[in-house]
């Protein structure tokens, strides 16, 4: 899913605290045998979000929280600084190579956890979203995720005197090269990195290395170098202490050629070697369709008087006539990744079935205008907002029958999730976190091959299930008996932490060298 960056969502913490210092509420945290571990993140739901990331970010390092010393790291986007104009300082950051110096600031959530931000105008207070503006990414995004990695070592090391990371728990390329600083510069803190999508690697010109401070050295094919770039996220899973990615079917497709993108060889290794892990991720609690807010009628299990009356809102919503007929629904970014052409040409055959299609997203302009033509088409039976709007998506999970997700590969997923708490129905291609979180013929449908033929066979099964009103409400009631919390998730990065970091007098042991 990928929503704006004044996207939030309610099922996150009370709105962070108006600035000052919030030394005096994490003094408790000081001195704590709890392991200390650093979450570096280029976004989090609190703040910004373009897709899954924030919101895991957003809810991972809470779940953790009680066995955890958890704190964030974060770039201070306009979207930050803006809403917290007395962050308080609590260290400075040097200048390296063209990566300016900063000051590193604190401020604390709502419900107490402590976020670094890197105050930095020139590189983060922006138009936009995290990583371009209007489609077009920032030119010197080398620069400003070079200095979130650098940020998250430098912590590791001592840059903030009152608290020092055991772990750096960190996420995609925009993190990748602090496990290679810390390499470079001899530390020896250990390191996760999550991959939450293969396929956006962070490459830039080697000439970029100079003003990144990467030694030349590291050009090569045991470090950064990547078919003649630099790649930030080869160098994390080359120099990380662990890999890990968000699904287990996922974990096992990056180490093949197909899904690899280029990198499966070096996956494979990490894998050999037991340092690669899937865990899959979860949503948070507040995804229910008993207490969600943003729906027209709340309803239960078994309640499909009030799921009718969300699928009505959502008719009206969009512009389509009364129906008997079943209700499809797309909630997503509109990329070649999602199999969105495919949704476009199984389209006609919905509609001619007796099917209503209501699409919500955006993306590439070429899918955005064949869904508004479609749209044009067949109105009254198409309905296609571009764009993203909370309470559009939380009725269209808890209205619609059945939830599309024919993505060609999907490292995890979360739409597909959050539909089967509200009893919508996924229709899915088979993989990744799609093959971990839906049970073909018992909460949705999967087909195995990413191609017309595949979905169209996957919506005939719907349609048939559609008619039959007791498989349909059987099927209902799997999917909003499943349970996707983060207790699961926690459990597992608990249990790499621990391998990673050691246990309790390891850990002292540690503390006591750096």
């Not at 912590?155 to 960190?170: I, N, V, Y």
């Not at 191609?451 to 059987?474: Q, Y």
Request: overall charge neutral; hydrophobic content about 40%.
């Amino acid at each position: 899913m990928t929503f704006p960056a004044s996207a939030r969502s309610a099922s996150h913490a009370p709105a962070v605290s108006s600035g000052g210092s919030p030394r005096g509420t994490v003094e408790a945290l000081r001195g704590s045998l709890k392991p200390r571990i650093l979450y570096a993140t280029p976004e989090m739901a609190d703040f910004v979000k373009t897709g899954g990331l924030g919101e895991v970010a957003a809810s991972l390092p809470r779940a953790l929280r009680q066995h955890y010393d958890v704190r964030i790291l974060i770039p201070g986007y306009r979207q930050v600084v803006e809403r917290h104009p007395d962050i308080a300082v609590v260290a400075q950051l040097p200048g390296n190579a063209e990566m300016p110096p900063c000051d590193l600031g604190l401020i604390e959530t709502g419900d107490g956890l402590p976020v670094y931000v890197i105050l930095c105008a020139d590189l983060y207070e922006r138009d936009g979203s995290p990583y371009g503006d209007q489609g077009v990414d920032f030119s010197d995004n080398d620069l400003r995720f070079g200095r979130l990695s650098l940020a998250a070592a430098e912590l590791a090391g001592g840059a903030d005197p009152e608290w020092r990371a055991d772990l750096l728990h960190l996420n995609d390329w925009q993190t990748a090269l602090a496990p290679a600083y810390l390499a470079w510069r001899g530390q020896r803190t250990p390191t996760v990195l999550t991959i939450h999508n293969l396929a956006y690697q962070g490459l830039f010109p080697w000439e970029n290395l100079g003003r990144l401070g990467v030694p030349e050295s590291a050009f090569q094919i045991d470090g950064v170098e990547f078919y003649g770039k630099l790649s930030f996220l080869k160098a994390g899973l080359f120099y990380a202490s662990h890999v890990t990615t968000v699904s287990e079917t996922y974990a096992h497709e990056i180490t093949t050629p197909e899904f690899g993108c280029g990198l499966d060889g070096l996956l494979r290794t990490r894998a050999h070697q037991g340092r690669l892990a899937g865990i899959l991720n979860g949503i948070d609690e507040s995804w229910d369709p008993r207490t969600d807010p943003h729906l027209a009628t709340r309803f239960e299990p078994d309640d499909w008087k009030g799921k009718r009356a969300n699928a009505d809102a959502v008719r009206t919503r969009f512009g389509l006539g009364v129906s008997r007929g079943p209700l499809f629904a797309i909630v997503s970014r509109l990329v070649h990744q999602k199999g969105v052409d495919l949704t476009l040409a199984a389209a006609e055959s919905i509609v001619a079935e007796g099917g209503q299609l209501v699409v919500t997203g955006q993306g590439e302009p070429r899918f955005e205008a064949a869904f508004l033509d479609l749209a044009r088409r067949h109105p009254g039976a198409v309905g296609v907002r571009v764009g993203f709007e909370e309470t559009d998506a939380h009725r269209m999970f808890a209205g619609s029958d059945f939830l599309l997700m024919p993505s060609r590969f999907e490292p995890c997923g979360l739409a597909q999730m959050y539909a089967q708490r509200f009893g919508s129905l996924p229709i899915a291609h088979r993989t990744g976190g799609l093959a971990d979180t839906v049970e073909d013929g018992v909460t949705g449908f999967l087909f195995g091959e990413a191609s017309l033929k595949g979905l169209s066979g996957a919506i005939r099964r719907a349609f048939d299930t559609f008619a039959s009103k007791r498989r349909l409400g059987t099927m209902r009631r799997n999917a909003m008996a499943r349970e996707f919390g983060w207790d699961k998730a926690a459990d597992g990065y608990s249990s790499l932490y621990t391998r990673v970091v050691g246990n309790g007098p390891e850990l002292m042991r540690a503390r006591a060298v750096a």
